[in-house]
Nanobody, 125 residues
Framework: QVQLVESGGGFMKAGGSLRLSCAAS????????MGWFRQAPGKEREFVAG????????NYADSVKGRFTISRDNAKNTVYLQMNSLKPEDTAAYYC??????????????????WGQGTQVTVSS
């Protein structure tokens, strides 16, 4: 059983930056693809970014390409999401998730087995 705990959310003005962290415990971190998802009020949870078990391969939603960077440190059992040039439409609860490596980085919620409790990001205009 893998436990995931996100941190780093908060309030930011448009154009600013935030860095989210997700610490994992209870499993072998490098066995998992890691993903970041977000969910705004009244909307479905959507894929933001994913990183392979090694950290060498990443994938991003079109809406965040060029602004967000996902990375992982397997020695620290932590995955990060660096968010730059934030926009009001980035406002959402952000969740990290762990999924199996079969199939590579997937963007569907069902591909991930373990989820954190979420951290709120609010971007003002």
């Amino acid at each position: 059983q893998v436990q995931l705990v996100e941190s780093g959310g908060g309030f930011m003005k448009a154009g600013g930056s935030l860095r989210l962290s997700c610490a994992a415990s209870g499993g072998t971190f490098s066995n998992y693809v890691m993903g970041w998802f977000r969910q705004a009020p009244g909307k479905e949870r959507e894929f933001v970014a994913g990183v392979s078990w090694s950290g060498r391969i990443t994938n991003y939603a079109d809406s965040v390409k060029g602004r967000f960077t996902i990375s992982r440190d397997n020695a620290k059992n932590t995955v990060y999401l660096q968010m730059n040039s934030l926009k009001p439409e980035d406002t959402a609860a952000y969740y990290c998730a762990a999924g199996g490596v079969v199939g590579g980085i997937r963007s569907d919620v069902s591909a991930y087995d373990y989820w954190g409790q979420g951290t709120q990001v609010t971007v003002s205009s």
